[in-house]
């Protein structure tokens, strides 16, 4: 097994989020972030933009609610402002009124279906109600979106770069294969060795592009760096496609305990879709507990090394 130092934690604690600080459970927290990201995602789709720009209005929501609580501020209305902010950051900006009349659209499917609530609604007229682009209520919504813009803007210290898991999925995958790495754990049947690799490749990073896009429903992206966001996506990916690697080494995992909590973190948000593998689950977890076993092994047998520092996500 290669070494493994454990880095610092990141500074991050659930507990100190200012919506549980104002009385909310985690476990309401989290939902709250999971069903306004699948409205983002939804909305990002309608509105046909590029995925990169899905990522970072995420992005932003997540930070922006990392700063405030879901109690001062409509949900709804920050996520549309993130989608704004996010368009004209990764340069795909779409006019805003097209924007408010989508999500505004979405929101009222949504609230007639009975997926959404209209708790936290800001003081206009119900999502349900037609909005009239030449009236009253649609320019004042605009006014709040465009401030709330702003706000977000201010929130995240005008930090418009940011870093998605995707941008390091397909290069390390590559390489990893290239150099023999990684392998089908049960040769597959009439392929050659190209046949083989190219397959190999083309399911790894597809499993591990799906895990990328479920982080976006998790507070993952202001827990961890997106480069170790990829790591544990690339593992999982590798489990769902039934290799065999050795993981520590190929994937340079330095922080073991966080590597595990990210894939945790995901495992438990897929494994609440209907279908789920839950014995694939439960292989995958008894796989993490090994890296963690071997890594305490490690750790008690090395000499002192000081553990290398990591930047604090905003």
Known sequence: MAAIVA???????????????????VQEEATKRKKTSRFIEE??????????????ALVF???????????KHDRFEVAVACILLAAKTEESPRKVVNVLEECHKLRSRAMAAGR?????NSPSTTPSEPLDPKGEEFTK???????LERVVLHTIGFELSVDHPYKFIVDRIKLMIQRGQIKYTVPKPGLNAQQSRDKLMNEVVQFAMNFANDSFQTSLCIQFPAEDISRACIFLGGQFAKTDADWPTVLEISDVEGFASICVQ?????????GSDQAAFRAMRAELEKLRIANAKFRKNAPPHP????ARIN
């Open 7 to 25: 880095s610092e934690v990141p500074t991050y604690d659930i507990n100190e989020l200012p919506s549980v600080k104002d009385g909310m459970s």
């Open 43 to 56: 909305a990002c789709r309608i509105l046909k933009l590029p995925r990169v720009a899905t990522a970072t």
């Open 61 to 71: 929501f997540h930070r922006f609610y990392a700063k405030h609580s879901f109690g």
């Open 116 to 120: 959404m609530n209209n708790q936290g």
């Open 141 to 147: 919504l605009k006014e709040r979106i465009l401030l």
């Open 266 to 274: 995901l495992l438990e948000l897929i494994s609440e879709k209907k």
């Open 307 to 310: 553990s290398p520092k990591r």
